[in-house]
């Protein structure tokens, strides 16, 4: 009979030689040869048991051995078994939201004894992964070792990346989970990561943890409606950042604006929109600020940023709301028809992906004679009055085709063997472009480059492209 010393110590060798599944196969032929307290007190070969088997994809199959030999989660577990244990909950987690097959085959690994645990009892719903996530967190904080923040890192960033880019993401979850971080506690230091360029590998520097946490908790906070909270932490991030990355000092000003026009001061929050509006020529700022001058009865200036708004960059269907601000201005300004059309087609949109009509839109409708909504064609609707939304565009917006610009390469969509897409800037507009690969101006377009450029319909004639014609040296 071997020791456990040496029973440890092979499986120790078999997992850092990868080879995970003799490991479980060595463990199971051997382990009757001792006693369950003397495994479960062996925090090395506990903590190599359960990264066999998450790395094995046997993800429950780890929470079962934890429960068949006793071992608690608290702070008296080894920082070995915790961080294991931790590593365990991310795989688990990472599945659990890429909708993979992790079903177990908990005969291979242990004998008939040890499967009288229902199924219920490890097999743990999403919502039951982010609790033991949260619970394991305070205990890893503890630790305060490079591990252990590794660890934590990776579990902040599953957690809030993936409820965030769901459809309908759970803003109390993500407000909740951040709850478990003191911000003090996370890393200020920001990772980089290879992107291809050119054909060519480059540098980009990503968000810190701290940064990460600003944003989704100053978001969840702005989603719920805690304005205050809102306001004062998206205060604290400008103050206490000193680097930011993807525009987040825009947003955090940006939460800044909406949580005092939420408050009740919309002096200051056309200020600081206007300020912002400047930096980030976003359509949903305009649709804010014509929202704000409305209130102030400032019907005017209210028209002109809904249709800079209208006719500035993104999908029609994300501007429902303000498709019925629009109506209401046009209401206020005595044109009874094209404020119809408006509600009308705010009300179309939303029928034609199944959501909800707010009741304020159906009391709209409702102060119309007739309006019969349903029988009007909305292609033909959204046609007529894009033609009337781009006469209404400044001119310093709408560059005729005929015509040469110059304008700033800002973004790439793609950047690979089938050529570049992205967004060029001329006068505080965007326009959509597209290079194939073999377009000899291909090689040489790369971000912040200058560019000579003119403006083409697209396809389906809604909206202008930019022809790339020159790059400036």
């Not at 610009?405 to 992205?422: A, C, S, T, W, Y």
Request: contains cysteine; aromatic residues 12%.
């Amino acid at each position: 009979m071997s020791s456990l010393f040496d029973f440890s110590s092979h499986i120790r060798k078999l997992t850092s030689e990868k080879k995970y599944c003799d490991a479980l196969t060595y463990f199971k032929a051997n382990k009757n040869e001792f006693k369950n307290i003397a495994i479960a007190g062996n925090e090395y070969l506990v903590s190599d048991m359960l990264s066999c088997l998450r790395h094995a994809n046997y993800y429950d199959a780890g929470f079962l051995f934890l429960q068949n030999y006793g071992i608690k989660i608290t702070g008296d577990t080894k920082e070995r078994i915790l961080t294991a244990y931790g590593w365990l909950l991310w795989s688990k987690y990472k599945a659990a939201n890429s909708n993979l097959n992790n079903s177990d085959e908990y005969n291979y690994h242990f004998d008939d004894n040890e499967e009288n645990i229902s199924d219920e009892d490890i097999h743990y719903s999403k919502n039951e992964l982010i609790e033991n996530i949260g619970s394991l967190i305070p205990l890893l904080l503890n630790l305060n070792s490079d591990f252990s923040k590794t660890l934590i890192s990776n579990l902040f960033s599953i957690v809030l990346k993936t409820e965030k880019n769901k459809p309908s993401p759970n803003w109390k979850l993500v407000n909740d989970f951040c709850n478990c971080f003191e911000p003090k506690q996370l890393s200020k230091d920001c990772s980089t990561i290879q992107v291809e360029s050119k054909g060519q590998l480059r540098q980009m520097e990503l968000a810190s943890d701290l940064e990460n946490w600003y944003t989704y908790k100053t978001k969840a906070l702005l989603k719920l409606g805690e304005w205050q909270e809102c306001f004062d932490i998206s205060k604290n991030a400008l103050e206490v950042l000193n680097n930011f990355h993807y525009s987040n000092d825009v947003w955090f000003l940006w939460r800044v604006a909406l949580s005092k026009k939420s408050l009740g001061n919309t002096d200051d929050t056309i200020s600081e929109l206007e300020a912002i509006l400047k930096k980030k020529n976003e359509w949903f700022i305009q649709k804010e600020l014509a929202e704000l001058y409305f209130e102030k009865k400032d019907f005017e200036r209210a028209f002109k940023l809904s249709i800079d708004a209208i006719n500035n960059f993104g999908p029609l269907e994300f501007k429902i709301n303000l498709l019925y601000l629009m109506g209401k201005i046009y209401h206020e300004k005595g044109d009874l028809n094209m404020a119809l059309k408006h509600f009308s087609l705010s009300r179309i949109i939303r029928l034609n992906n199944g959501w909800k009509i707010p009741q304020k839109l159906l009391d709209e409708l409702q102060k119309y004679d007739n309006p019969e909504t349903e029988k009007i064609n909305v292609e033909n609707l959204e046609s007529e009055l894009k033609k009337s939304w781009n006469s209404l565009a400044p001119q310093k917006n709408k560059p005729n085709k005929s015509e040469n610009f110059q304008g700033i390469i800002l973004r790439f969509l793609h950047d690979n063997e089938r050529g570049k897409d992205g967004f060029l800037k001329c006068d505080n507009k965007e326009y959509y472009f597209s290079l194939s690969s073999n377009y000899h101006l291909t090689p040489k377009v790369d971000i912040n480059s200058k560019v000579i450029f003119e403006v083409c319909p697209s396809n389906d004639g809604k909206k202008e492209l930019a022809r790339i014609k020159g790059v400036v040296d």
